[in-house]
């Protein structure tokens, strides 16, 4: 499948957001661009800090200020830029939602969890009470939770169930792109992997698209189409998973799967990137991976690398690219 | 045969009050020799993080006894309870919350210098803090830092080099490299092998993520509802499981990437219902046993032992 003849109803371009600090303008996203098809799981790789987070909250409109947000977002043919409060309203949660990271500590402990998706799913729609109820309780039953939690409070229940209502707040309104932000990072392998077939079965049966934010390219691997490797700001590398995971074309990624640990590993000795990524400030001259690579030359110093296209819509950009496709 | 250093005698911790009890540990046999390299597996509420707090001595079993090289730690006192102290120290999982944030490096490492290896003059400190951070492979600059100015990365380092300030013989590490990110993760965990053979020093890590386990540790015990199912050597554990929820968790741990594994995560959720381990008769982990029999809903099963390692079950897959 070519990704590239998709069409993209959700269009990143450029996108770029700016904190002011002591040091001067933080960059903490700083030029992305991205599009995510009907249906397809995208994922967002990158270590703790490099923007996946922001990248998000820019895409519902959530950054607040000082932050400042440039570049455009196109969904369905709308500038969200551009939403005022009422547009807003209507596209938050309808059309794009989010399962915030740290789920077990999103919902409020002194309500019950009915009454917040409930009252989530009327801050959204113009539903009486008793259609919002009906609402609640499909999606609950969507992530196969039993009705009789939404009598409960969030301290009653399990981590693994707490995630699933924050999955079905999200899915409640039958948004058509699902943000998760890493969904799976706190739970242990077992419900781990219960979230993801869950979370790939509602792709099937609703047709939503998700936008999978982890720093787990294991979990990555299970859930996604296609994988955007972010860095410092920017995306480095991005295409099909099996492009991206089996032959990583930019030193970062490469760097990033060797050092996942792995059961088949235990003999061996895993090599973590070097070094640790800085914050971005100002303008950036050069790749900014340089200072950590192994295959560093003066030009990537000197100047941004260009963008490469490979085969099946795979972009990096890399002055050194592990390899290189003939066409 | 030499006390072991650390021992375990059917030890039980019970939380919660009558309307539902939690036994974190129920009845634990365990016994750990000096410079070994051990690794406790399981889900969230198995009780791992309990038994690391017991092995370090920071909570008291309701019952049973825990014994450092043969005495009971509960009658330790004065010489010989800074003495244990000295010997087995602790990694919390946390590394944002384990400091405290107004004290920087420099002030935080000197603590344990300061009571338990005596130490008292500022040079004396000062040199001692320098050789901590160069075992963890930080630069020496940091000392000066607080902690919001260190990364993930920096900060359990940092938490590590306080466990090693008083040359102890074995660290409990619980889920040192769970709130990191992969290369974070890598460069902490290859610390530990490293410290285990430069230092001669033993190592108790508890963790969920059992291709981690595999990766310090020589021996596996997995961990259930409070009790250890099973216990094998890494090499006969990760290649023949011998309880069913062994062998669960070794189905869905990471591993490298081949092309078969693209379409995983085919987990039957039909079954998918969570319960309340206990609240099961019997073994705890039957709801979610393929394997069961009839014994199984009657008692837990007691540990069966041979030279390939220890089983909790009645029905263990044979190789």
Known sequence: MCWGLNIMFMEVERLRVSFPSVAGLLRAVDGV?????????????????????????SLLRLVRPPGVVEGSIVFD???????????????????VSMVFQGAMSSLNPVKKVGYQLVDTILDHTRLKRQEAIRLAEAALKKVRLPEDVLERFPHQLSGGQKQRVVIAMAIALNPRLIIADEPTTALDVLTQEKILTLLRDIVRSTGSAILFISHDLSVLAKICDRIAVMYMGRILEMG???????????????GLIDSNITIDKRGSLVQPVGGSPDLVVGDVRGCRFNPRCAHATPECVASEPPRLEYRGGRSVYCYHPRYVENE | ????????????????????????????????????????????????????????????????????RGKDINTLSGKAL???????????????????????????????????????????LDEACSRLLEMVGLPVELLGKLPHQLSGGQKQRVCIARALASDPKFIVADEPSSMLDASASAGVLNLFRELAVTKNMGYAVITHNIAVAAYLCDTIHVMYAGKIVESASTGNLISRPRHPYSHLLLKYAPRTLSRLDLSSSNLDLEGDIEFDPWKVRGCRFRPLCTRAVKECSLEFPTPTRDEDGQVLCYNPIVY
Not at chain 2, 102 to 119: A, D, K, T, W
């Open chain 1, 33 to 57: 661009s991205f599009g995510v098809a009907e249906g397809e799981v995208l994922g967002l790789a990158g270590e703790s800090g490099c923007g996946k987070t922001t990248t998000a909250l």
């Open chain 1, 77 to 95: 043919g709308k500038d969200i830029m551009e939403l005022n409060d009422e547009g807003l309203r209507e596209y938050r949660w309808k059309e």
């Open chain 2, 1 to 68: 045969m030499s006390s072991p250093l650390l021992e375990f005698k059917d030890v039980s911790i019970v939380y919660g009050s009558k309307g539902r009890q939690v036994k974190a540990l129920d009845s634990v046999n365990l016994r750990l020799d000096e410079g070994e390299r051990v690794a406790f597996v399981g889900e969230s509420g198995a009780g791992k993080t309990t038994l690391a707090r017991c092995l370090a001595g920071l909570i008291r079993p309701q019952s049973g006894r825990i014994l450092f």
């Open chain 1, 240 to 254: 099909r998973k099996e492009d991206v995971l089996f032959s990583p074309a930019h030193p970062y990624t490469k």
């Open chain 2, 82 to 124: 800074r003495e244990f102290r000295k010997s087995v120290q602790i990694v919390f999982q946390d590394p944002y919350d384990a400091m405290n944030p107004h004290q920087n490096v420099r002030e935080y490492l000197s603590i344990p210098l300061r009571f338990l290896n005596g130490m008292s003059s500022k040079a004396e």
